[in-house]
């Protein structure tokens, strides 16, 4: 069946965020004296920040109370949110801008699913906040990928059965999330490495060489 929409996961697929998530937790963790590289990180993808937090702990030698928890993951999210500062519409790239206008221009309906709850201010920062048809992010969900709530949600916003959706993904939890809410996949970077997409792509443009996407 062709596809009606497409939801997009936003870190890493629609701009590079992905590598401010990594530079900010990496200064928390050498902080912290946990080792923490970009293989690990990898484990971080779509998964929500304080289980982000729980993963890089798994190599902490020591307890840390709720409360302790909270104000690490404060901290990280502070930085982060320095690097998302400077950030403006130079850092959405030609070809992801120019291939969401083309999809856009095919008559799909265009959506974000992100686990962030910092999606709104990250798709200001690039000059995306009026141009997807719903926004599905961290601060309308209770579970992150990969569970598929997220996409469910985004599905339910534009009105389009799941198996309609494509999903686009860099994020194995997030691929696994997109089939857990019925819908085909399309990856990118390591979820595309680790082959876990419907269509496992070299790159964002070629999201226009699918042929259930056709103009
Ligand atoms: C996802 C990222 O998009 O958002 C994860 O892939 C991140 O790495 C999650 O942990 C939550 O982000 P935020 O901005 O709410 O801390
Ligand atoms: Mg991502």
């Known amino acids: ?70 104000s690490l993951a404060e901290k990280k999210n502070e930085l982060y949110r320095k690097y998302l500062e400077n950030m403006s519409s130079k850092d959405l790239s030609e070809e992801v801008k120019s291939s969401l206008l083309e999809l856009h221009r095919r008559g799909y309906k265009l959506a974000i699913g992100s686990s962030s709850k910092n999606t709104p201010f990250i798709l200001n920062q690039i000059g995306l906040s009026d141009f997807f048809d719903a926004v599905s992010d961290g601060n309308n969900i209770r579970r992150s990928k990969p569970d598929p709530e997220v996409f469910l949600k985004a599905s339910e916003m534009l009105s389009i059965p799941p198996e309609e959706c494509l999903v686009v993904e860099d994020a194995v939890s997030g691929a696994k999330a997109g089939h857990a809410g019925g819908m085909k996949v399309a990856c990118l970077g390591d979820a595309s490495k680790a082959k876990a997409g419907d269509y496992n792509l070299k790159g964002f443009s070629d999201l226009l060489d699918i042929p259930a996407l056709s103009a």
């Not at 937790?25 to 912290?32: G, N, P």
């Not at 946990?34 to 971080?44: A, G, M, Q, S, T």
């Open 1 to 70: 069946m062709d596809f009606k929409a497409i939801i997009f996961d936003l870190d890493g697929v629609i701009c590079f965020t992905d590598e401010y998530h990594y530079q900010a937790w990496k200064a928390m963790a050498d902080e912290l004296g946990v080792y923490f590289d970009r293989k690990i990180n990898n484990r971080l993808r779509g998964v929500s920040r304080m289980e982000s937090l729980d993963i890089i702990l798994e190599r902490y030698d020591g307890e840390l109370s709720a409360d302790e928890k909270s």
